[in-house]
């Protein structure tokens, strides 16, 4: 008898029990906490972002001379500026040539610029190089240029 009239006081009005749960003060609390954590963070993760993305350019830019040697091993020059990266891919028209050399498509670069190709170049036998974010020669950090030849 004394175990239901513990129950019978642990019953709510409305007939269910009575666990106590968050009051909106207390989630109001947890959301502002977790916004300030968010504005500390985010700025930081969102500067690495854009640092990733140059490393990537960086990347494709080696794996772009890479190619670039190998189509130079096989037909004897690199592509002319008019042929350009396409000529990693489709034959220009030498019997030597025996790519594709990149196994898909030619990337763009990080931020959606197709990458640019000089032959022959100012600062090599070729540059290759993208402008960045803002896809305008220079600037800094995000913008800043990537160059084949740093």
């Known amino acids: 008898m004394e175990r239901l ?18 009051s909106l003060i207390e989630l109001l609390i947890v959301m502002v906490i ?9 700025p930081k993760m969102f500067g690495k972002l854009g640092k990733a993305k140059t490393q990537t350019a960086k990347t494709q830019i080696e794996m772009l001379m ?3 040697d190998a189509y130079r091993l096989d037909v004897g020059d690199y592509p002319a500026s008019d042929e350009g990266l396409d000529a990693l891919i489709t034959n220009p028209g030498f019997e030597k040539w ?8 030619v990337p763009n670069d990080p931020w959606g610029n ?3 190709y ?16 803002d896809n305008s020669p220079g600037g800094d950090g995000e913008d800043s240029d990537v160059l084949s030849w740093e």
């Not at 009239?5 to 968050?22: A, H, P, Q």
């Not at 025996?98 to 498509?105: D, E, F």
């Open 5 to 22: 009239s513990e129950c019978k006081s642990s019953v709510t009005r409305d007939g269910r029990r009575g666990e106590r749960g968050f």
């Open 34 to 42: 977790l916004g300030l954590l968010a504005s500390l963070v985010g």
């Open 66 to 68: 890479t190619a670039f």
């Open 98 to 105: 025996s790519g594709p050399y990149l196994p898909k498509k």
């Open 114 to 116: 197709p990458y640019n």
């Open 118 to 133: 000089e032959n022959p170049g100012q600062h090599g036998e070729i540059d290759l190089y993208s402008y960045g974010k």
